[in-house]
């Protein structure tokens, strides 16, 4: 008599046996991708086409350059478009001259990638960070238009970066174990390296918030001074605001 238990049917709506849904190339399936399956695109063979590393380049840029123009509304007049201009290109910059360091220290890392995938990855990084700050944008967009704070606005906009740097660096090194690296530290110090950058490149592209009659500026400055000096003089100039005076009492008209 055999004894042996029946064998149980897999459960269908486990996530062992439920179907993988194939990753589309178009536009909106790449942004979906970066948000919902990072690890499935980062291993998908699409990233090796000229196609996608174009699409990806769109989604960072465009995303950025929205982020800027919400950024210009803070001042208006020729802030409307030399913010989204100097946000992308200082973007653009950023991820080419850093671009030599991060392959060399994903090498370090372990990571098997080519200097093709790679670059597909780091734009990867950059498109999902804009996308972050694309969903920031409308609650950005309210404080410049309900505050005079340039230390404030500042603070808002580098905080945003900061937190979506920090989404972009997890994907990128999520991407890199993918690819076989074992260690965490080396893509750790490029992300350093490469948020130093682009902090330094808000001061050196300045002014992005402010007005002034010239483009940018010649002044060479480090971006802590540069924002602990204007955050210091939004807060003294907020000390410095007369108290308002109560208001003269009628006279007495029975006198």
């Not at 200097?115 to 609650?139: D, E, K, Q, V």
């Not at 602990?228 to 308002?244: A, F, I």
């Given at each position: 008599?055999?004894?042996?238990?029946?064998?149980?049917?897999?459960?269908?709506?486990?996530?062992?046996?439920?179907?993988?849904?194939?990753?589309?190339?178009?536009?909106?399936?790449?942004?979906?991708?970066?948000?919902?399956?990072?690890?499935?695109?980062?291993?998908?063979?699409?990233?090796?086409?000229?196609?996608?590393?174009?699409?990806?380049?769109?989604?960072?840029?465009?995303?950025?350059?929205?982020?800027?123009?919400v950024?210009?509304?803070?001042?208006?007049?020729?802030?409307?478009?030399?913010?989204?201009?100097?946000?992308?290109?200082?973007?653009?910059?950023?991820?080419?001259?850093?671009?030599?360091?991060?392959y060399?220290?994903?090498?370090l890392?372990?990571?098997?990638?080519?200097?093709?995938?790679?670059?597909?990855?780091?734009?990867?990084?950059?498109?999902?960070?804009?996308?972050?700050?694309?969903?920031?944008?409308?609650?950005?967009?309210?404080f410049?238009?309900?505050?005079?704070?340039?230390?404030?606005?500042g603070?808002?906009?580098?905080?945003?970066?900061?937190?979506?740097?920090?989404?972009?660096?997890?994907?990128?090194?999520?991407?890199?174990?993918?690819?076989?690296?074992?260690?965490?530290?080396?893509?750790?110090?490029?992300?350093?390296?490469?948020?130093?950058?682009?902090?330094?490149?808000?001061?050196s592209?300045?002014?992005?918030?402010?007005?002034?009659?010239?483009?940018?500026?010649?002044?060479?400055?480090?971006?802590?001074?540069?924002?602990?000096?204007?955050?210091?003089?939004?807060?003294?100039?907020?000390k410095?605001e007369?108290?308002?005076?109560?208001?003269?009492?009628?006279?007495d008209?029975?006198?």
């Amino acid at each position: 008599m055999n004894t042996t238990p029946p064998p149980v049917p897999p459960d269908p709506t486990s996530e062992a046996t439920a179907p993988s849904v194939p990753i589309g190339s178009g536009l909106r399936e790449i942004f979906e991708a970066l948000l919902r399956r990072p690890r499935e695109l980062a291993a998908h063979a699409m990233l090796d086409t000229p196609a996608t590393l174009g699409k990806l380049a769109l989604l960072a840029i465009g995303a950025i350059t929205v982020f800027g123009l919400v950024l210009g509304t803070f001042a208006w007049q020729d802030q409307i478009w030399a913010a989204p201009l100097k946000l992308g290109a200082a973007l653009i910059f950023a991820a080419i001259i850093c671009f030599p360091s991060l392959y060399i220290f994903a090498c370090l890392a372990g990571a098997t990638s080519s200097a093709a995938r790679l670059a597909t990855l780091l734009t990867a990084m950059l498109a999902l960070s804009g996308i972050l700050l694309l969903g920031f944008a409308p609650a950005v967009w309210i404080f410049t238009q309900g505050t005079t704070s340039f230390g404030f606005m500042g603070l808002l906009a580098i905080g945003s970066w900061l937190i979506a740097f920090l989404f972009g660096y997890r994907f990128l090194s999520t991407a890199l174990k993918v690819h076989g690296a074992t260690q965490s530290g080396p893509v750790f110090i490029w992300s350093m390296i490469f948020l130093l950058v682009t902090l330094q490149l808000t001061t050196s592209l300045r002014p992005i918030l402010g007005t002034s009659d010239r483009f940018m500026t010649t002044e060479k400055k480090f971006f802590l001074q540069h924002w602990s000096e204007q955050v210091g003089r939004s807060l003294g100039d907020k000390k410095n605001e007369p108290e308002p005076t109560a208001e003269p009492e009628p006279a007495d008209i029975r006198r």
